[in-house]
């Protein structure tokens, strides 16, 4: 059977508008799921966290949660908690009652509770990937690749596209290590304080503090 060269270019051109179709749809579905969480004033998130380190032979599974209010946030995970007012940063680890004090970081790269709800659109390319888990639990993956140098080789994102929320993400490093994050819970616009994230002395009696400023 003979294709003629004009069947042959619009199968072509079918299959060129289908993958440009699906970048934008991806692209579009992940700046909803981000703005939409940007919308909120304060954001409640419950997760687990687990990293994989083949080299070393590291695979642990931590639960936390963290409080987002813009930029500030608290963190609490594995014996230690994390509070920032995006200016300063207080580490406190339970075990040795000690409290590092440190300046936030504001680079481009600085990695947050925000900017890893918030930021993954920006200079990565968005397409849509077959997984499996995420499949059966009805929700939509994204895989990012950086156009530039990053830290991470690529990322991907588990989504729920009728709530537009991100239901967890793996970041894989150029380590080799891997990095998941599953979300149980995610709750908006529940009530903080500013002082919500500063760290109080007076709450931890008998700290060491330790200010590497």
């Given at each position: 059977?003979?294709?003629?060269l004009?069947?042959?270019v619009?199968?072509?051109?079918?299959f060129?508008?289908?993958?440009?179709?699906?970048?934008?749809?991806?692209?579009?579905?992940?700046?909803?799921?981000?703005?939409?969480?940007?919308?909120?004033?304060?954001?409640?998130?419950?997760?687990?966290?687990?990293?994989?380190d083949?080299?070393?032979?590291?695979?642990e599974?931590?639960?936390?949660?963290?409080?987002i209010?813009?930029?500030?946030?608290?963190l609490?995970?594995a014996?230690?908690?994390?509070i920032?007012?995006?200016?300063?940063v207080?580490?406190?680890?339970?075990?040795?009652?000690?409290?590092?004090v440190?300046?936030?970081?504001?680079?481009?790269?600085?990695?947050?509770?925000?900017?890893?709800?918030?930021?993954?659109?920006?200079d990565?390319?968005a397409?849509?990937i077959n997984?499996?888990v995420?499949t059966?639990?009805g929700?939509?993956?994204i895989?990012l690749?950086?156009?530039?140098?990053?830290?991470?080789?690529?990322i991907?994102?588990?989504?729920n596209?009728?709530k537009?929320?991100?239901?967890?993400?793996?970041?894989?490093?150029?380590?080799?290590?891997t990095?998941?994050y599953?979300?149980s819970?995610?709750?908006?616009n529940t009530p903080?304080e500013?002082a919500?994230?500063k760290?109080?002395?007076?709450?931890?009696?008998?700290?060491d503090v330790?200010?590497?400023?």
């Open positions: 059977m003979k294709i003629s004009k069947t042959l619009t199968f072509l051109l079918s060129i508008y289908m993958g440009v179709s699906a970048q934008k749809s991806a692209d579009q579905l992940l700046k909803s799921v981000i703005d939409n969480t940007k919308s909120y004033k304060t954001l409640e998130v419950d997760f687990s966290y687990q990293m994989f083949g080299k070393a032979g590291i695979d599974i931590k639960k936390g949660s963290v409080s209010k813009g930029d500030a946030y608290k609490t995970m014996g230690q908690i994390v920032c007012d995006a200016k300063t207080w580490t406190y680890l339970e075990d040795s009652q000690e409290v590092m440190s300046t936030a970081d504001k680079s481009a790269d600085a990695i947050t509770p925000s900017s890893l709800l918030t930021s993954y659109y920006e990565y390319k397409s849509y997984d499996k995420n059966s639990k929700l939509k993956t895989e690749k950086p156009e530039k140098v990053k830290k991470f080789t690529k991907l994102i588990g989504l596209e009728a537009l929320q991100i239901v967890n993400f793996s970041i894989f490093d150029n380590g080799g290590n990095f998941v599953d979300i819970k995610m709750t908006p903080m500013d919500d994230f760290f109080n002395i007076a709450d931890y009696p008998g700290v330790v200010d590497m400023r």
